[in-house]
């Protein structure tokens, strides 16, 4: 029997040893990654209970009427001036309406005596997180989400590995592994996963007309065109 080489021996004693820290080394390097993923993640989850980049305020506020006669420029000026905005970046006078735009997503509408301001602010941490979660558009920083993919990875294979024993892959880890694997198998298998009758059913609720009509229409013979 060939004798191992003292690299060899020397792995064999270490690896367990180098496998942990380099473990610990990915652990920290991925801790900026995670929180952005993780926190992102949730809010995107619940995007349709709430609006995870911007906090958005209504207000009304009261001011002399737009004086009968008055120009659709200075019927504006007129409404600026009242609420004390800057000069907006477009408008629409219809009536006794007038509508200020902002790029930045403010709008005051002052009907009669009433204005009504919609301002939004913008949570900057969320806004940031989420917009780096969604990668489209940002060739080089879907590469290093790609990379922080791969040190999950890691992390993932090389915690199964980590200890040894009873502690280890042999019992408790087993156990643990198999419950991480199970619980996303049984949603699909409760679920129905894609394409189950469940998630057909509440899709077609959503985008089904309001009347409740098929959404299908018979063609007079006016419309419909000759073969």
Not at 89 to 105: C, F, M, P, Q, R
Not at 171 to 199: E, H, K
């Amino acid at each position: 029997m060939a004798e191992s080489t003292p690299l060899s021996a020397l792995i064999k004693k270490r690896w367990r040893a180098w496998l942990r820290a380099i473990h610990r080394d990915i652990g920290y390097l991925a801790i900026g990654f995670t929180v952005i993923y993780a926190i992102s993640g949730i809010a995107m989850n619940h995007i349709g209970d709430w609006e995870p980049d911007f906090v958005a305020s209504e207000q009304t506020i009261k001011i002399a009427p737009v004086p009968p006669g008055s120009s659709d420029e200075a019927a504006v000026e007129h409404v600026r001036q009242a609420i004390k905005f800057p000069k907006p970046d477009s408008t629409i006078v219809a009536g006794d309406e007038v509508h200020l735009d902002y790029e930045n997503g403010q709008k005051a509408v002052a009907i009669g005596d009433t204005v009504t301001v919609q301002a939004r602010e913008a949570r900057f941490f969320f806004r940031v997180a989420h917009w780096l979660h969604a990668t489209r558009g940002k060739a080089v920083w879907k590469y290093i989400s790609d990379a922080y993919a791969v040190l999950l990875l890691y992390l993932a294979i090389s915690g199964v590995f980590m200890i040894k024993g009873r502690l280890g892959l042999r019992w408790r880890g087993m156990i643990l592994i198999t419950a991480g694997i199970a619980i996303p198998v049984a949603y699909i298998v409760i679920s129905g996963g894609p394409g189950s009758q469940a998630s057909e059913t509440a899709v077609a609720k959503d985008t089904a007309p309001a009347d409740g009509s098929s959404g299908i229409r018979m063609l007079s013979p006016e419309e419909n065109p000759p073969e």
